[in-house]
């Protein structure tokens, strides 16, 4: 039996609360790539100031009297404990007293542009900041996702024969503002999307927003308050300021396009 724990929210958020948190998935995201990954149980952690202020020895006698692991296996650059004081070190020592088996594994490293790189989150969210979507890729195994609620918007593509999907309560971080390439699935249905984010510049608009089109999806477009989960495979082009509507819409079709043939060649 392999149970896998995850914090959520972050315990930063609640050391720190002004501190912005830029998270890469989902609790309900985390919870189905482990469970595909292995995992029988994933158990969803709710920190507290009560369970951060506990010192390192408190926290897994804890763990050890609710749970009774026989094994519990972290990364070599974990903490945990009151001001994080709580190490690895402190896991081997554990072992004996607790009765169980700490396995350490090692960080991972990649090749990214010809160097070696130890992969992380914050590295990440550095690379999602400048699109650099294959790159993620390298790291993740798999493409970024982007999921939220759609909601109402200005219904602007539509009256230029594009309709979009406007999300909303999106609780993961943002990529580079720009147009990307992606798909959705939607009804066991894969659908190639056009994703732009960003603040509609030829319209004037100075608020980010989140849209997209799913090409040759006709069906609940046009209605609200429904899940929209998008794989985002590539990073087409920057935001740009277009001189009309005509223009834009040539940029648009060019997009769709793109979009396309990368579904039907299965990039």
Request: glycine content about 8%; some cysteine.
């Amino acid at each position: 039996m392999v149970e896998m724990w995850s914090f959520d929210p972050p315990p930063v958020s609640i050391i720190n609360p002004d501190v912005e948190i830029h998270q890469i998935t989902t609790f309900e995201q985390r919870e189905k790539l482990l469970m595909e990954s292995g995992a029988n149980i994933v158990r969803k952690v709710v920190p507290t100031k009560e369970m951060l202020s506990l010192s390192p020895k408190s926290f897994i006698e804890g763990i050890m009297s609710d749970h009774k692991p026989d094994f519990i296996v972290e990364g070599e650059g974990f903490r945990f404990g009151k001001n994080r004081a709580g190490t690895t070190g402190c896991l081997v020592r554990f072992e004996r007293q607790f009765d169980f088996k700490f396995v350490q594994v090692s960080s991972f490293e990649i090749e990214l542009k010809d160097k070696i790189i130890r992969a992380s989150s914050s590295l990440v969210r550095t690379l999602l900041q400048d699109g650099k979507l294959d790159e993620v890729y390298a790291i993740l195994g798999r493409h970024y996702r982007l999921g939220g609620i759609v909601e109402r918007g200005d219904a602007r593509g539509r009256t230029i024969g594009v309709p979009t999907a406007n999300l909303g309560q999106i609780q993961t971080m943002l990529p580079k503002e720009g147009v990307y390439a992606g798909y959705a699935t939607i009804q066991n249905k894969k659908y190639a999307a056009s994703l732009s984010i960003g603040t509609k510049p030829t319209f004037g608009k100075n608020t980010t927003a989140i849209e997209v089109h799913l090409i040759g999806f006709d069906g609940l477009v046009g209605h609200y308050n429904w899940p929209l989960e998008v794989t985002m495979t590539r990073w087409l082009r920057d935001q740009k300021q277009f001189d009309s509507i005509d223009k834009l819409k040539i940029a648009i079709d060019k997009d769709i396009e793109v979009s396309t043939k990368m579904i039907e060649s299965n990039i």
